[in-house]
Structures are given as C-alpha cells and as structure tokens.
C-alpha cells in the first residue's frame, strides 16, 4: 500500500485564486481527517468523516473552506477565494475502523503558498 | 471543551542528558492519549499510545488523570530523537484533536 496520498505536494498560488488540494486514503480505512499546519497554531483540525459522512467541521476556519468526500476513495479540500493567511502545510490522515485501531496514519501533506 | 497544550514550543537537551515534553489535557471523558512525532523529511507518524503501555525508542508516558498530564519521558537522549513531538487526544466521538508541538533539539 502506498499510504495516504495527498496532492499537489506544492502549491504557489495568488490571493483570490481557488485551490483544491487532493487525498486519496488508506483503502480500507473509514475515517478520514484533514489538518492544518502551521508554526503559531501548530496542528489544527479542520473536518473529519467518518464512512464518507462530515462528522465535524467546526475546525473548518470560514465559509471560504469547503470539504468532500464522495467516495471512501478520495476527499478534496477546497479554499476558495484563498488569502496570504491560508498559507500553511494541510495534512490529510485516515484511520481504520477496527475496534481499537484509532490511531492515523498521515499523508506527507501539501505546502500552500498564497502571495 | 478539549485541549491538548504543550507549554514548550522548543526543548534543547544535550545528548545523553533526560528528556520530558510535556502535555496537558483538559476533557470531561476518559480520553484516549498519543504521542505523534515528525522527524525531518518524514511523515507524521505514531509515537506511542497510552493503552499499549509500552516503551518505543525508549521513550514512555504514563497517564496520569489526577494532573491531566501525558508527559513523554526519556532517560538518554540520542541525536536521532530530535523531531517535533505532538501530543494529542481522542475523545468518545474519535475526534482526535493535537496540541501545537513541541521542537526536540539534541545538543552534541
């Protein structure tokens, strides 16, 4: 298995533009959580779905932030219009459903740059 | 509400010297508590867990509930432990919320 893989690895983008980073999880796995990196608030959680259901979004930081998960194959988070302050490095991370599997296994995340 | 800190955003440590990172939690459960470490160029990836109970790369936290805390312990620091360590805690839903890190800098 080649683990969680995310997408783009990089991203520059301009103020305004709209960016959608891509992962694709563990196949098995049934919860899938996205996170934000940054040096002043460290590892924030953004959303996580269970069985490709949004359980909790109250991470998400305004309504410029959306996220999906169609299939138990891929989710897509989406910031449009971006802004400099969404600047960060966003970790996707899934987990199984096994009884007491509840540990994540992380993506190697997507650096955002927003000028 | 839950929160995971961790009061150091860097430890230094000379080699050989202990180490403790500490982290405090604050929810109404029974929470579930990890350790997480980043080592450069790697992926976030699990450190230890307070169920298993057990110690890896030597290193061991035991949960204690009357101080909220879930300080990671080593006795010997080694060069290679230096990484970000993220403490974090899942609750009875399996939200599973980190604190904001803590830099481990092995002095030589």
């Known amino acids: 298995d080649a683990g969680v893989i995310q997408s783009p690895r990089h991203e520059v983008t301009e103020m305004g533009q709209e960016v959608t980073l891509r992962c694709k999880p563990i196949s098995g796995h049934n919860s899938l959580f996205w996170y934000r990196q940054t040096m002043m608030r460290g590892l924030e959680l953004l959303i996580y779905?269970?069985?490709?259901?949004?359980?909790?979004d109250s991470g998400m930081p305004e309504d410029r932030f959306s996220a999906k998960m169609p299939n138990a194959s891929f989710s897509t988070l989406k910031i449009q219009p971006s802004e400099p302050r969404d600047s960060a490095v966003y970790f996707c991370?899934?987990?199984?459903?096994?009884?007491?599997?509840?540990?994540?296994?992380f993506g190697a995340g997507s650096r955002l740059t927003v000028l | 509400a839950q929160r995971v800190t961790q009061p150091e955003k860097l430890l230094s440590v000379f080699k050989g010297a202990p180490v403790e990172l500490k982290c405090n939690y604050s929810?109404?459960?029974?929470?579930?508590l990890f350790w997480y470490v980043q080592y450069s160029r790697q992926r976030l990836q699990l450190l230890l867990r307070h169920i298993s109970r057990e110690s890896i790369k030597g290193f061991t936290a035991d949960l204690n509930k009357g101080e909220t805390s879930f300080h990671l312990k080593k006795p010997f620091a080694q060069e290679e432990d230096s990484a970000m360590y993220y403490c974090a805690l899942s609750n009875r839903d399996d939200k599973i919320i980190f604190g904001k890190g803590t830099r481990l800098h092995i002095l030589p």
């Open positions: 779905f269970n069985n490709n259901v949004p359980i909790d």
């Open positions: 991370a899934s987990r199984p459903q096994a009884a007491g599997a509840n540990v994540l296994t």
């Open positions: 929810y109404s459960g029974s929470p579930e």
